[in-house]
């Protein structure tokens, strides 16, 4: 009875215990959520993020809505914006859009979306990240008539569409309808001055400094002095198109154009349309229509149709400022495009089939070019796999941070270089030890979305320490995996031969030990015939004394 009491008296204590539990996981859960703010549907919010930090909103989405727009205006510095409807306070890692370009920018999430709204209440999660100290003004507004994809509504009387966020305040769209012309408005730029032209700003500390900015890289500010490598207009192949861009794996609208070779290999100029991939991943060629006869996008464009297929995203791709039909990874059936027209967003291009237009033992563009390109290339910095791969994942160890450490930018730069680097003999070790320390640097961090070692997360509860990834970096090196098999093979050999010792040494002493067997019988044997021998002669002489006994006996 007394143990029966204790149990049911510890009933309610463990009921108590429970709900102290699930009442703090209730407060941090309501913590977290208190860091995003309120944000209203058509309100203009007034922001300032600090570098590499951020500003979490949370926007509540009517099920009438069967479109929203974002538009964030930077005021001063580059502010990023991610976006969810999944995820509270998405950042780089698990943001469902991302919007990372410079000056005002716009995005049309239509209800369509795998994503969009997915359950009631519907709240848009929106993290707006300083990629340097910013200010800016956000904004989310419903756009419901964009939805249908008929042609875009005027936001007020004489306001196209296409004039908003133009870097001009027109006069009829500084309305609050119109967000001030899509942020035009609401800094004072005036036409022709460095920020105007920039429309983020580029403030005159930027010029000169040491420092190349792209929002500085223009005519109307001087190039930003010496700070890209150009101190004069005649040494730049075309306005826009920067230092180290040509031939550094990207694609760059400004730099494709004759003046400046068409960027390199990076546009596939004047490739055939070789391919081998069933699903035209490997596709490089130049066919820029659909199957239905529509003109495709530039794949670095935004308009008419917003979409995440971009450079940035994948960048072994073959993507970025050219409108030539491509298919990423794979991702869909066949090569495809996003057209200019602005009611159909993609279809698919008739394309030549696999290996048709190939010569013989002839090797797909985008196979060739890779294996060709070393992990560096002679250049300004950072121009190669490597150097890109340092810049955008920055330090390791205690000085690595997360914005940069855990960024898409990081990982894709990390994909990339495992492309190329394993492969280049002169800078495969430098290539290994700053992989390695971004791998411990992303675990330190807590971030493990990096498919590219998928594997290394997968298996790092094996490593204690950082001298445990090193060794495993040395295994997986071939040379050591060689010397490593030879060694196992010599060790193998060498217990053989031991073994075989052992039982020479052992059949050795067994034969001793039968020989000295055999010895000790024979000497065995000599020693009895010899004893009955000795019996026989003590016989005779007592039977000669006791003869002398019995004539000794009849003479007396």
Known sequence: MPAQLGRRAGVPAARACAARVLLASAVALGASRAREAPLKLSELASGYVQEDD???YAVRIPPSSRAVKVIITPI??????????VHAEPDDTTATWMMDGIGTEERLLR????????????????????YEASEFKLAVYNATDLSSGGDPPMCAPGCAEFALSDG?????????ACFYDGGDCLVSHSRGTCDWRTRAGCPSSWIGDGVCDEECFVEECEWDGTDCAH???DEICHPGCMAGWVNDGECDEECNNEPCSYDGNDCAHAVSDCYHSADGADYRGQVSQTSS????MRWSEQYPHQHAVTHGNFPRSGLGGHNFCRNPEGREAQPFCFTTHPTVRWEFCNVPKPFELCMANEMPHAASHGAAEPCTIDGPAPSGPLPRFRAACGPTGDNSTYGAICSRACCNAAEEAAM????DSTH??????????VQWSMLQHGCRSCRVYKHFFENAHMLRSPAGAQIQSLISNTGVRVLLVAGAILLLLLLAIICLLVRYVHARKNYALQTADVEAGSESDADFSASDEDDDGDGGDDGERAGRHTSRGRRE
């Not at 997915?118 to 709240?123: D, H, I, L, R």
């Not at 190329?420 to 492969?423: F, K």
């Not at 070790?429 to 992989?435: A, G, K, L, P, S």
């Open 168 to 176: 001009i305040c027109d006069g009829e769209c500084n309305t609050t």
């Open 76 to 85: 001063f510095g580059d502010p990023d914006v991610y976006l969810s409807f």
């Open 420 to 423: 190329r680097c394993p492969a």
């Open 428 to 437: 495969r070790r430098e290539y290994t030890t700053y992989t390695m320390d």
């Open 111 to 130: 209800r369509q979306a795998a994503d969009f709204c997915v359950g009631e209440p519907c709240t848009l999660h929106v993290s707006v990240y300083g």
């Open 54 to 56: 951020f500003e979490h």
């Open 231 to 233: 101190s004069q207009t």
């Open 293 to 296: 006869g529509l003109q495709c």
